[in-house]
């Protein structure tokens, strides 16, 4: 089971910003499509953005487009999710998750069936 460490969360005010860190402890994140989920009170995780292991590809969901940006360090074995310009449906726990069996970007952030860690939370109020 791939493990992470996701830090970073917050509170936060509308139209703030935040940086989200997610480690690999027990693996290499180089050869790994990864991904950013987004998990709203009461409902299921969902792909925010993810990122190709090859040619540095990005998915984001229409809700996050321009303004959240995805980033990877693979010498630091870490994704990055920058988030700007928050907003209060932005509010729930963010997960991390990896895969070398799904390529394509798209497909990782609409991907089911990951084992969750225990996320960061990021809250957006005034």
């Known amino acids: 089971q791939l493990q992470f460490v996701e830090t970073g969360g917050g509170l936060v005010q509308p139209g703030g910003s935040l940086r989200l860190s997610c480690t690999a402890s027990?693996?290499?994140?180089?050869?790994?499509?990864v991904g950013w989920f987004h998990q709203a009170s009461g409902k299921e995780p969902e792909g925010v953005s993810c990122?190709?292991?090859?040619?540095?590809?990005?998915y984001y969901a229409d809700s996050v487009k321009g303004r959240f940006t995805i980033s990877r360090d693979n010498a630091k074995n870490t994704v990055y999710l920058q988030m700007a310009s928050l907003r209060p449906e932005d509010t729930g726990v963010y997960y991390c998750?990896?895969?070398?069996?799904?390529?394509?970007?798209?497909?990782?952030?609409?991907?089911?069936?990951?084992?969750w860690g225990q996320g960061t939370q990021v809250t957006v109020s005034s």
């Open positions: 998750a990896a895969s070398r069996r799904i390529s394509d970007v798209q497909s990782m952030c609409l991907a089911i069936g990951f084992s």
């Open positions: 027990s693996f290499s994140l180089a050869y790994y499509t």
């Open positions: 990122m190709s292991s090859t040619d540095g590809s990005t």
